[in-house]
C-alpha cells in the first residue's frame, strides 16, 4: 500500500474482539493507527507494552485497532487469541484476520507492523519489525500537529 491512498474497508473480520468499528467510525474525526500482531509473534508481544501505553497516552487524539494475523495454522485457535490478547491488555478492537482480507487490503506481510491514517483516512506511515516505537509516535505526532494547524 502506498502512502497517501485511502484506508481499505474493515470488512472481512472471522471474528472481532472488544467490539467492532467500520472505515467510517474511524475516517473523519482523529487518525488511526491499525496494528498487526500475531499470537505466535515473539516480537509483537515484546512491542506490545508499548502499542499500549501509545493507546493510553493518545486516546482522545487516536483510534487504535489490532489485526490479528495468522502466521500458520496454530495462530488460528479464537481461544488462544482471547488469551494471548488478555495477557498482553489488549483493550482496543480486534480485527481477526484468519482469512487475511485486511491484510491483503493493507498489503501488509509483516508482523508486527504498523499503519497510521490521517483522519481523512490516508495513509501517512508505515513501518515494520519490533523497533522504532519512537520514529513510530514522532509519525503520530505529525499528523497530529497537522490535525490541530486546521482546526
Not at 29 to 51: D, G, N, R, Y
Request: glycine share 4%.
Amino acid at each position: 500500500m502506498k502512502l497517501r491512498e485511502p484506508m481499505p474497508e474493515l470488512t472481512g473480520a472471522t471474528e472481532w474482539l472488544n467490539g467492532e468499528v467500520t472505515r467510517e467510525q474511524l475516517v473523519g474525526e482523529k487518525p488511526t493507527l491499525i496494528h498487526f500482531w500475531s499470537i505466535s509473534c515473539h516480537l509483537c508481544k515484546e512491542a506490545m507494552p508499548q502499542v499500549n501505553e501509545f493507546r493510553d497516552n493518545y486516546k482522545d487524539k487516536l483510534n487504535v485497532i489490532a489485526v490479528h494475523m495468522p502466521r500458520s495454522e496454530a495462530d488460528l485457535n479464537l481461544e488462544e487469541i482471547k488469551k494471548v490478547a488478555a495477557e498482553h491488555s489488549i483493550s482496543q478492537p480486534i480485527f481477526v484476520d484468519s482469512e487475511h482480507k485486511l491484510t491483503e487490503a493493507l498489503e501488509n506481510q509483516y508482523v508486527p507492523a504498523y499503519y497510521v491514517f490521517d483522519k481523512d483516512g490516508k495513509l501517512r506511515h508505515f513501518q515494520a519489525g519490533g523497533s522504532g516505537m519512537k520514529m513510530l509516535e514522532k509519525r503520530v505526532n505529525r499528523v497530529l500537529d497537522e490535525l490541530e494547524k486546521t482546526e
